[in-house]
């Protein structure tokens, strides 16, 4: 689903959308179960405004499912190693679905023992964080997760890709109706973003990317490889999430990670980690939830620098995207939809694509 032009983009109840999603997947030959959990994650990344892995991403999805590359019926599991550590075996099925579930037995673990550190071994693509940060401060848990993703990132210096878009993210649960989730890829732009600008025929800033040489490019059409964000320490940060998503759990790393439209027929063997820690075990959740509450409201009345409106804590634009949608509708462009609402499955178009293609 690519985006050359002026898109038309409409409004849909986050019900239809969500209806919409799961009756594609499981068209596509996804069982039930994981069906339904994918479209509830991508319902969520859609009315949050996190549109980059939402239901754009559900023809490619499709195919991967068409072809094979997600196990249906899979054997997942959960090993615990230790008192606060465990391995969830994820069996390559949809990644929404494994870490969805591999949340069951963290949130447990961190309530019984006041830390869970659990790695999920091979999944498929798991979507934005914040869906599972969003779960963990509901349960009353301070949250980190990380995960691998595709080598599409030149190391600080480099001309070459090696590590992935790697993001990190963190909650903390409050006293309001808005958790406190913060949520970042650890490159300065999404790729999404640079697409985009390919779309609309405009420069990018010489900060996002670098060309086959390694020269930073303002072209969007040039771009093969993406910068880590501020240098040397988004490079170090992406190092980091690579060792603890994948290392620890013995899988492949660095520029042996899978491609997204690489070997569709078969998983990606994909890493996560969840690192939950119960306030309780620490300063007490109340007097916890007080400070953050507090802390998110001094951050909303700090006087705004010329040129900004306000103050926003981080993730409020995403907590108030969310709130909006709920009454409002998600905005989609209109040919996801026709997608959706067609009988087609997937066109072949993502298999063997290179990572900057369109
Ligand atoms: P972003 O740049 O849109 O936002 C980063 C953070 O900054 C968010 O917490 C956001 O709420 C906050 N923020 C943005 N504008 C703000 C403002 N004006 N005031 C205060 N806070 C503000 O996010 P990015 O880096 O584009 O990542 C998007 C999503 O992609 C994330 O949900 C991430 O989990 C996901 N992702 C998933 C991957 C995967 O393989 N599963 C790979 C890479 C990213």
């Avoid at 209109?334 to 009988?343: Q, R």
Wanted: aromatic share 8%.
């Amino acid at each position: 689903m690519s985006a050359h032009h002026e898109e038309k983009i409409i409004k849909v109840s986050p019900e239809r959308l969500y209806n919409l999603m799961n009756q594609k997947l499981q068209a596509a030959g996804l069982d039930q179960d994981q069906a339904e959990e994918t479209a509830k994650h991508l319902t969520f990344a859609d009315m949050s405004g996190i549109h980059s892995h939402g239901a754009v991403r559900v023809e490619y999805y499709a195919e991967r499912i068409n072809k094979g590359g997600i196990t249906n019926q899979p054997n997942i599991s959960f090993e615990q190693t230790g008192p606060s550590t465990g391995i969830f075996h994820g069996d390559n099925a949809q990644g929404h679905f494994v870490a969805n579930k591999a949340l069951v037995p963290a949130i447990g673990m961190a309530k019984e023992s006041g830390v869970a550190v659990v790695g999920i071994s091979k999944m498929g693509h798991s979507g934005t964080l914040s869906y599972y940060m969003r779960k963990i401060a509901d349960a009353n848990l301070v949250g980190i997760a990380m995960c691998q993703s595709d080598p599409m990132v030149v190391p600080f210096g480099g001309a070459e890709n090696y590590f992935g878009t790697n993001p990190i993210a963190f909650c903390a649960p409050n006293n309001g109706d808005e958790p406190l989730i913060f949520d970042m890829a650890t490159t300065v732009q999404a790729w999404g973003k640079i697409l985009d600008a390919r779309s609309k025929g405009i420069e990018i800033p010489d900060n996002w990317a670098v060309d086959q040489k390694g020269h930073p490019t303002t072209d969007p059409n040039q771009v093969n490889g993406l910068l880590p964000i501020s240098g040397p320490k988004g490079y170090g940060l992406m190092m980091m999430v690579d060792i603890l998503a994948g290392v620890l759990l013995g899988l492949p790393s660095g520029n042996e990670v899978s491609s997204m439209y690489h070997n569709l027929h078969e998983g990606r063997n994909l890493g996560q980690m969840f690192i939950l820690i119960d306030p309780e075990k620490f300063v007490g959740i109340e007097p916890f939830k007080a400070q953050i509450t507090n802390m998110m409201r001094n951050l909303t009345q700090i006087i705004p620098a010329p040129g900004f409106d306000r103050v926003q804590y981080p993730g409020q634009p995403g907590n108030e995207a969310y709130n909006r949608a709920k009454v409002e509708g998600v905005l989609i462009p209109e040919s996801i939809i026709n997608y959706l609402e067609s009988d087609d499955i997937h066109f072949d178009n993502y298999e063997g694509m290179g990572a900057f293609a369109n």
